[in-house]
């Protein structure tokens, strides 16, 4: 069992950064894949970036690529996504997730059995 605590989400305007981190507890964090996802108001959970335990490889969507930077720090069990260039559009709650799945489809959230409790990006124009 793996527990995920998101932290870093707040207000900012457009063309400013973010940092979010996901921290976990429990078994050893790089046993698992970790994913970002979001979810808008009124859409559905949409993926963004994940990262690999195997050999740290990432992953990332099109909308958020170039942007956006996933890395992990497992001495200190935690996950970062680092925003950059924001837009109102990338208003969302942001999820991290994990799962420790030989191979897993990042793209899935169904993919995960762990997931946070989520933080909140609002980007203003």
């Known amino acids: 069992q793996v527990q995920l605590v998101e ?3 707040g207000l900012v305007q457009a063309g400013g950064s973010l940092t979010l981190s996901c921290v976990t507890s429990g078994r ?4 698992y894949h970790v994913g970002w996802f979001r979810q808008a108001p009124g859409k559905e959970r949409e993926f963004v970036s994940g ?8 992953v990332y969507a099109d909308s958020v690529k170039g942007r956006f930077t996933i890395s992990r ?3 200190k069990n935690t ?3 680092q925003m950059n260039s924001l837009k ?6 942001y999820f991290c997730a994990a799962d420790d799945a030989t191979w897993i489809n990042f793209r899935s959230s169904n993919a995960f059995d762990y997931w946070g409790q989520g933080t909140q990006v609002t980007v203003s124009s």
């Open 7 to 9: 932290s870093g989400g």
């Open 28 to 31: 050893a964090f790089s046993n």
């Open 51 to 58: 990262i690999s335990k195997t050999d740290g490889s990432t």
């Open 73 to 75: 720090d497992n001495a």
């Open 79 to 81: 996950v970062y996504l």
């Open 88 to 93: 109102p559009e990338d208003t969302a709650v």
